[in-house]
Each structure stands twice: as structure tokens, then as C-alpha cells.
């Protein structure tokens, strides 16, 4: 017989079932068997005590590097069961000639759930602080970055593209008509990156297809989303009403406080709350809860917050069985303390701003595995804290 666990009394938020309250979970093998009110134990269940914890579904981090070994990635066990992150996805670290390298090295060797977005640049993210990866445009080739599609169509699942001034050269919006190409011949959705104009915000957004992905949407940057009255840009909104996903992708350059404040004031969140946590990123980033605990302090409910990084994400993945605490899910749950302190954190251009709760992670189950405290590395540390 599989292991049947019993989490007990934690307050559980299924943004997908829109359960929100104080119930038990049981858990048999690698599903999800039960979420009620005072569910009866069995014999020889592991019964887990949650009293006074959040009780989520593992996060899913939609905007993350862990290609180890190459510049900019992180080994995927330090943004990911120790942060209560059971998914993660890599977003476009490896082109076509990089991928089979970051598959077989990085993501087949992760205790996390890896999946990934393949750059459009055959060669990736690997030259970032040399040169853009689009200043040579045959990197760009549509016919490499489908070949390596159809051989990853399990681990494949979008293309990335990076379109801003440092990245695209002379080459303008060209970079993204291919990697436009390229998703629609693969029938995989296009995550794209925004950072300084050119190309400018329009001609971007008008290039995009319902369900492509808009990363860095609180960039303070010159492709910003909102105009200079702090205001939704018209563009923008009607991108939102059809269909084009906004994900935060925090990372080392991505998250102005102010810009933050004036969208959030307007009643525009991201679609999805990621961390785009990587080499040069990863001490501000901190972590993904570190991330969402910034949402808390610019006035986001928590239940929204949540749904941002765990529901929300699954959707854009197609994968109906992540991100959700319902019978026949994958359990994958998170585990967190909602500790009330005074916290201080810092935007990308050192801004600081006040939040007073902060959500660390206490243990995380994947796949019905349970990861406790100590097992990875430091459980619960409040890195912001110290
Ligand atoms: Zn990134």
C-alpha cells in the first residue's frame, strides 16, 4: 500500500476550487485523495500537523534560470522545495544548441519539477553580459529552435524571447517575428521579455497571440506599462482583454516599487507572480515567497497572491493537475507561516518599502514526498529579516 498522509488543521487556500479555510488534506502515493473538514485517519497514516500554517499548493514559479553551470543559472534546490516551489520553470536559459546540455545536467538531476521555455537564440542567454543574443540574427533560426521542440515536447513549454534595446541590436522587432513563427508552427505559447525601448511597447504587444506571455510587466524601464501619469496605458489594457498574459518575472532589474504602486492602484496585478530569480538577480529576488511577501506589502489579499503562483501558472502550463488541492491533483503543497514582523525590502533601483508579514516556508511535499525542515538547507530563513 502507498504512504497515506494526513495534513492536519492548516488553513488551506485552493485558489482553483476557491476552498479557503481550515481543513485537512489526505494525500495517498502521488495524488491528492481528500480535502475536508475532520477527515478520519486510517491506520499507519504519517499524520503532519499544520495548526497555524498556510496550507497551498506547491508553488509553481513561472519565470526562473537553472541552467547550472552557464552564467546566469542557479542550481534549481536553491529556489525550489526549500522555498515551497515544486515547479519550476526556466525561461529560455537554453537555445536549441545549449538544450540538450541543461536537460540532461540540470533538469533530469532536479528533485523539483523542471519544464521550460526554449529561447528563440540558439545559443541562449549564455552571452547576456557580452552582447545581445539577437545582435546576430542567424542565431535566431526557426528551423533549430522547432527541431529541438519536436525532440523535448515532454519538457518543452513555450519559446522565450528577449525583446529591449540590449538585446535586439539594430535588429528591431525582427527577433520577435521569428520567435512569433516559431511558436505558432510549434503550438506552444511565447513568453517575451520587455526592458528599455526600442522596440517600442506597441509594436511588441501588436505582434502578441492570445495566451502569449508578457514578462517583467513592473518594469520601471521604457517599455513600462504604464504612462507617464501612472496610468494604464489604453494598449495595455486592451492586450489584458485579449488575451495576453502579464507575469511579474521580478528578477535584478524588473520590479519598480513605484511603477508596482501605480498599476496595483489602477487595479492592474500581474496574471502570474514569478520570481525570474538567477545568478545576478538572486540576493535582491531572495525567493519566490520572498517575492509574493512583497505583494502583501503594496496591499495584495493574500488568497490573490497565492493564486498568482500556484493556480494561475498551472493554467498558462496546461497542466489541470499542478497548482490545485482537489481530489486526483498531483500533491505538490507548501507548507508556509504568515509571520506578522516588520520587514524592509528593497526594489530594484534600491528603493526601499515597508511590509509587516512576511511568508516562510515550513516544508514542502512533492510528488506525495514529503521535505521537512533541514533536510535541503535552512527551512524558514527570513532573508530579508537580516
Ligand atoms: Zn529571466
Redesign the pocket.
Known amino acids: 500500500m502507498p504512504l497515506r498522509f494526513l495534513i492536519r488543521d492548516g488553513t488551506v487556500i485552493c485558489p482553483a476550487s476557491g476552498l479557503r479555510g481550515r481543513f485537512d488534506v489526505a494525500i495517498v502515493g502521488e495524488r491528492i485523495e481528500a480535502v475536508g473538514e475532520s477527515l478520519p485517519a486510517e491506520a499507519g497514516d504519517q499524520v503532519v500537523d499544520a495548526k497555524g500554517l498556510i496550507v497551498t499548493p506547491g508553488l509553481i514559479d513561472l519565470?526562473v534560470?537553472v541552467f547550472d553551470g552557464q552564467d546566469l543559472g542557479v542550481p534549481a534546490a536553491t529556489v525550489g522545495l526549500v522555498h515551497g516551489v515544486t515547479t519550476l520553470v526556466d525561461?529560455g536559459s537554453a537555445g536549441a544548441h545549449l538544450y540538450p546540455a541543461f536537460r540532461d545536467g540540470c533538469m533530469r538531476k532536479a528533485r523539483e519539477r523542471v519544464v521550460a521555455f526554449l529561447n528563440i537564440s540558439s545559443i541562449g542567454l549564455t552571452s547576456t553580459l557580452l552582447a545581445g543574443e539577437f545582435e546576430t540574427l542567424s542565431y535566431a533560426s526557426v528551423e533549430e529552435c522547432l527541431r529541438c521542440v519536436d525532440s523535448n515536447r515532454d519538457s518543452i513549454v513555450g519559446i522565450k524571447v528577449r525583446v529591449a534595446a540590449e538585446t535586439v541590436g539594430s535588429n528591431g522587432i525582427r527577433p520577435l517575428e521569428l520567435a512569433v513563427e516559431a511558436a505558432d508552427a510549434a503550438g506552444l505559447p511565447l513568453m517575451v521579455?520587455i526592458a528599455s525601448a526600442p522596440p517600442p511597447l506597441e509594436s511588441i504587444l501588436t505582434a502578441l497571440r492570445p495566451g502569449d506571455i508578457v514578462t517583467h510587466c513592473f518594469t520601471g524601464l521604457g517599455n513600462r506599462l504604464s504612462d507617464p501619469d501612472g496610468r494604464v496605458r489604453d494598449d495595455v489594457r486592451a492586450a489584458r482583454e485579449g488575451g495576453i498574459i502579464f507575469d511579474l518575472?521580478h528578477?535584478g532589474g524588473s520590479f519598480d516599487v513605484e511603477t508596482a504602486r501605480a498599476l496595483i492602484g489602477e487595479g492592474f496585478l500581474p496574471d502570474v507572480i514569478s520570481s525570474?530569480a538567477?545568478a545576478y538577480s538572486i540576493d535582491l529576488v531572495e525567493s519566490l515567497p520572498a517575492v509574493m511577501s512583497r505583494f502583501l506589502a503594496l496591499g495584495v489579499p493574500l488568497d490573490a497572491v497565492v493564486e498568482r503562483a500556484t493556480t494561475a501558472a498551472a493554467n498558462i502550463l496546461g497542466r489541470a493537475k499542478l497548482g490545485r488541492l482537489v481530489p486526483g491533483a498531483v500533491a505538490d503543497i507548501a507548507a508556509f507561516e504568515l509571520r506578522e514582523q516588520r520587514v524592509t525590502f528593497h526594489d530594484v533601483n534600491g528603493r526601499e518599502f515597508e511590509g509587516s508579514q512576511l511568508l516562510v516556508p515550513r516544508w514542502t511535499i512533492k510528488d506525495g514526498q514529503l521535505v521537512e525542515a533541514g533536510e535541503l538547507g535552512p527551512f524558514g530563513r527570513v532573508w530579508s529579516a537580516t
Request: glycine residues 24%.
Open positions: 519565470h534560470h525561461a521579455h518575472g528578477g525570474d538567477h
